[in-house]
């Protein structure tokens, strides 16, 4: 008897095991199913996300290889991966990119600090702050007629120079250097500062002026056309200069921090790339946005940019690098009083980009 009863308590044990199994069982399929149903829905909406993602227009000062890590964010496709449908404008001069943003008809514009200065100083309300540092070096370089491969500054006491615009950065960095070697740019040498920015290689090609003062392409057209020789680069003897930042309104940036963060991360991994690749892979990658511009050209500018340690390794503008600025400014008597770093310029977006 008490066999039989045993027994039948072991069938009666096995089977609500069997039970509680399978409603265990059934459970975590459940669960599972659950888990794999919100993963699900979580990527639908990752994906919704990044089809909503925020327009920014950008208006850059001028449309040059000297940028490069900013076109590789925009090939590679990095604007995109921070949610930023990015619409790119040329300005065609720090003062129409300035009027761009201070107007609202640009979002950020990309340009030499110097104009946040400016326009700090004549009392701004919402004024114009810098949050990414681009370039570190000047872009332009002296071409003369013929080549000069002993040349010192010294050669060109006396001549006639193609300047740039008076106020400009590429002209106070000229003047910046020929100082730093001893020459008075107003009495030593005669800058001819009355023809437009884009037109100074033609200028030159057309036999006006003993050197010119040029961007790329402008200098190495004029080498492959056998009208100059690159003699000189002021952004190897000007040293570190904070040539060209990304700035937008204070109100923007306050209103929208995440905007800027995304930027900022987009530009940094272009940063990225500039500092992981040869220059024959960068120019491969920029190629689309010069499309009137040779390969082999592309490449040769790239390179000398990328000799001369163009670009940072991080878009963090320091303070030193903006008082060196200043400097350049008051030295170039542009500059009536100096601007506080703490008021214009912002470090935490490329901080946190950076890391």
């Not at 991080?314 to 303070?319: D, S």
Request: proline fraction near 3%; charged fraction near 25%; hydrophobic fraction near 35%.
């Amino acid at each position: 008897m008490k066999k039989r009863l045993l027994a039948a308590v072991l069938v009666i044990a096995l089977a609500v095991t069997t039970l509680l199994a399978c409603s265990s069982k059934d459970e975590k399929t459940e669960t599972t199913a659950s888990s794999d149903e919100t993963k699900e829905i979580t990527d639908t909406k990752d994906k919704e996300v990044l089809k909503e993602s925020t327009k920014v227009i950008l208006n850059e000062v001028a449309h040059s290889i000297f940028y490069a890590p900013m076109y590789v964010a925009i090939e590679e496709g990095y604007f995109e991966e921070e949610g930023i449908e990015l619409e790119l404008v040329t300005g065609f001069g720090a003062d129409k990119t300035m009027t761009a943003v201070i107007s609202g008809s640009a979002d950020i514009g990309f340009m030499g600090s110097e104009a946040s200065i400016y326009t700090y100083n004549e009392g701004a309300n919402d004024y114009v702050v810098n949050f990414a540092q681009l370039t570190q070096r000047a872009g332009n370089f002296l071409v003369a007629r013929e080549e000069m491969p002993d040349f010192t500054w010294e050669d060109i006491k006396g001549k006639n120079v193609l300047g740039g615009r008076k106020g400009g950065m590429p002209e106070m960095v000229f003047e910046y250097i020929l100082r730093q070697n001893g020459i008075d740019p107003a009495g030593d040498v005669n800058i001819d500062q009355s023809i437009d920015f884009g037109s100074t290689a033609a200028a030159f090609a057309e036999n006006q002026g003993d050197f010119t003062v040029e961007f790329e392409p402008g200098a190495t057209n004029l080498e492959k056309e056998g009208k100059g020789y690159v003699v000189a680069s002021l952004g190897t003897d000007s040293g570190y200069v904070p040539y060209t930042a990304f700035s937008a309104k204070q109100s923007y940036i306050n209103d929208h921090p995440e905007v800027i963060q995304g930027f900022t991360n987009a530009l940094q991994k272009g940063m990225d790339y500039v500092q992981e690749h040869t220059p024959e892979e960068i120019s491969a990658i920029i190629a689309p946005q010069f499309k009137e511009t040779d390969q082999d050209t592309i490449t040769t500018i790239v390179t000398r940019y990328y000799d001369q340690d163009t670009w940072k390794e991080n878009l963090i503008f320091e303070e030193e690098s903006f008082e060196l600025l200043q400097d350049i400014l008051e030295d170039a008597k542009e500059l009536t009083k100096r601007a506080p770093y703490q008021d214009l310029v912002t470090t935490e977006f490329a901080e946190k980009a950076a890391k």
